[in-house]
């Protein structure tokens, strides 16, 4: 059995709303799992029932074989991070550390040695003497990180502890939070709405959707094999384009632009979806211009440029062909400019189709061939 073991989670809350379906999973000990979503879509809801701190309505729930479901959080093991930092604003950050040993009755002189060891893996021993006030939001996010693996416990549990950090404090905060987990060798489950977090640090990530689990992956499978439109438009940055339209004769109906599916499906499903509707989804950054020839083994897409943002490494641009707005990204030095037309390339294997009705990704050739 694995280390963690959820099957069946439920959760219902007593005016009868459902927030968690059929949650399964297992994790592995020493795993890094990402929970990942929209707001109000469950994921701190099941974490904080694997902390204890939330009944489960229905279901079962093992740490290591071991039935958990009626334990407190002190008897299951667990030390969380919230994303309120939640440090005693009148002690300093050595007795913040130090208060969970405190309460345990650990001896001061192993409270001081873990506090030092503790401080200097988090870079915080030139600040043990402070205030929470006098510190940055970074250095109270490691206090607060400091706080749980001081404890030494095996499940270590994050709602959320970046997300009241700046873009350069949460790149820092990621980094240094990845490394504490390749030391400590914990296992940890981390709630974020934020999937760029979710693909650089996790080992497997959860995505969820209105309380149910839509996928468990790596970073790489949700990425390159989402299995619906829902995954494949919350990962990746800028998200999936999705070009929706009816297929008459193995081909997507637009007015200035063919795209032929028998190049990237099999006739089974273009038997299927023949004079039906389906999803056609390319990456914003699997495309490339056509510059003076035609690319081979792609589609080759005529459009109007609307928008030109320069983010210094890629370029965002948003087009418009056939009615439908998608953005492209480009190297900065091949953007075409706003007011012009533009021809671009999609590689036949970078082309994703959905189910319209169940939105579902369909089986395509590139599909088969991974």
Do not use: W
Request: net charge negative.
């Amino acid at each position: 059995m694995a280390y963690l073991t959820l099957r069946g989670i439920n959760k219902i809350y007593p005016n009868g709303f459902h927030a968690v379906h059929d949650f399964n999973l297992e994790i592995e000990k020493g795993e890094f799992i990402v929970f990942v979503g929209s707001s109000g879509c469950g994921k701190s809801t099941t974490l904080r029932m694997i902390a204890g701190l939330e009944n489960i309505s229905k279901g079962e729930f093992y740490i290591d074989g071991e039935k958990a479901n009626d334990k407190g959080p002190r008897e299951r093991g667990v030390a969380m991070v919230f994303q309120s930092y939640a440090l005693y604003p009148h002690m300093t950050v050595y007795e913040n550390l130090a208060f969970g040993l405190t309460l345990q009755g650990v001896d001061d002189d192993v409270i001081e040695q873990r506090v030092n060891s503790t401080a200097k893996i988090l870079g915080l021993t030139d600040y043990l003497e402070r205030l929470p006030r006098e510190l940055s939001g970074g250095q109270r996010q490691r206090v607060a990180v400091g706080r749980a693996i001081i404890r030494k416990v095996d499940i270590f549990l994050m709602d959320e502890p970046l997300s009241n950090l700046d873009a350069k404090q949460r790149v820092t905060m990621r980094s240094e939070i990845t490394q504490i987990h390749r030391e400590t060798g914990a296992t940890t489950i981390y709630v974020t709405h934020d999937q760029t977090e979710a693909m650089t640090m996790a080992d497997r990530i959860v995505v969820m959707k209105d309380g149910y689990v839509q996928q468990v992956g790596t970073p790489y499978d949700l990425y390159f094999n989402p299995v619906n439109m829902f995954v494949a438009g919350f990962i990746g940055e800028p998200p999936m384009n999705f070009v929706e339209s009816k297929v008459k004769k193995g081909n997507l109906v637009l007015s200035d632009n063919q795209i032929e599916l028998r190049a990237v499906a099999d006739q089974d499903v273009l038997d299927k979806y023949e004079g039906g509707e389906i999803v056609f989804g390319f990456r914003p950054e699997c495309v490339r211009p056509v510059e003076g020839g035609v690319a081979r083994s792609a589609y080759i897409i005529k459009c109007f440029v609307n928008l030109v943002e320069l983010l210094g490494d890629s370029t965002n641009v948003y087009v418009n062909f056939d009615g439908y707005n998608t953005i492209l990204k480009l190297d900065p030095h091949q953007a075409p400019s706003v007011g012009s037309s533009f021809e671009f390339a999609i590689p036949y294997e970078s082309v994703y189709l959905f189910d319209k009705t169940t939105e579902k990704r369909v089986k395509t050739k590139a599909l088969q061939q991974k």
